[in-house]
């Protein structure tokens, strides 16, 4: 018996990947100048590109050792545009400015991502290459909720100045999340 050897190709008939992306949001601002934003935001993509080994068939492991659809190759990768994704998330947002060019942000944002095909590798492993709904899942890139805290200083040096030193060191912020 030779040696199993593996093979790299690009699916002749591949599609363009688009992507999809809605939003909805409100703005309105609150007692003490307090700005709120609450925001809806979605996106789709279709015919991502991912690699998958089109050598393999359910339960081709079950007996230990791979049979494969041509025993003359351990893997036929094929690079295709087969991958689908979603997202659903929202987001509510507070800014509030202060006096003396300070400013305050706070954002918690949620939402979940979900994959049949989680692209962050170069390599995708379906459990079945015939049904690829059967790895619908969380996305391996997918955080579910986040929350950010910004400060912002806009230093006075300078700032109001028309000579050559202001235009060179004035204008700056200091800023940390």
Same mark, same amino acid.
């Given at each position: 018996?030779?040696?199993?050897?593996?093979?790299?190709? !690009?699916?002749?008939?591949?599609?363009?990947?688009?992507? $999809?992306? &809605?939003?909805?949001? !409100?703005?309105?601002?609150?007692?003490?100048?307090? !700005?709120?934003?609450?925001?809806?935001?979605?996106?789709?993509?279709?015919?991502?590109?991912?690699?998958?080994?089109?050598? @393999?068939?359910?339960?081709?492991?079950?007996?230990?050792?791979?049979?494969?659809?041509?025993?003359?190759?351990?893997?036929?990768?094929? $690079?295709?545009?087969?991958?689908?994704? !979603?997202?659903?998330?929202?987001?509510?947002?507070?800014? @509030?400015?202060?006096?003396?060019?300070?400013? +305050? $942000?706070?954002?918690?944002?949620?939402?979940?991502?979900?994959?049949?095909?989680?692209? +962050?590798?170069?390599?995708?492993?379906?459990?079945?290459?015939?049904?690829? @709904?059967?790895? @619908?899942?969380?996305?391996?890139?997918?955080?579910?909720?986040?929350?950010? +805290?910004?400060?912002? &200083?806009?230093?006075?040096?300078?700032?109001? $100045?028309?000579?050559?030193?202001?235009?060179?060191?004035?204008?700056?912020?200091?800023?940390?999340?």
């Amino acid at each position: 018996k030779g040696v199993r050897v593996n093979l790299n190709t !690009v699916d002749p008939n591949m599609r363009t990947s688009y992507i $999809q992306n &809605w939003f909805f949001g !409100v703005q309105q601002v609150l007692p003490l100048g307090i !700005v709120a934003d609450i925001n809806y935001l979605g996106s789709a993509g279709h015919k991502l590109y991912d690699v998958t080994n089109v050598n @393999r068939y359910a339960g081709d492991l079950l007996d230990g050792r791979i049979d494969a659809f041509n025993p003359s190759f351990n893997r036929i990768n094929m $690079q295709e545009a087969t991958g689908n994704s !979603v997202f659903h998330g929202g987001s509510l947002s507070l800014r @509030r400015p202060f006096r003396n060019g300070f400013s +305050l $942000q706070g954002a918690y944002t949620f939402g979940k991502a979900i994959s049949d095909s989680d692209t +962050l590798t170069s390599d995708t492993n379906y459990q079945d290459v015939a049904n690829r @709904r059967m790895d @619908r899942s969380l996305a391996g890139y997918d955080v579910s909720q986040k929350l950010t +805290l910004v400060g912002l &200083w806009e230093i006075p040096f300078l700032r109001n $100045q028309h000579n050559l030193a202001s235009k060179i060191v004035g204008g700056w912020q200091l800023s940390g999340f």
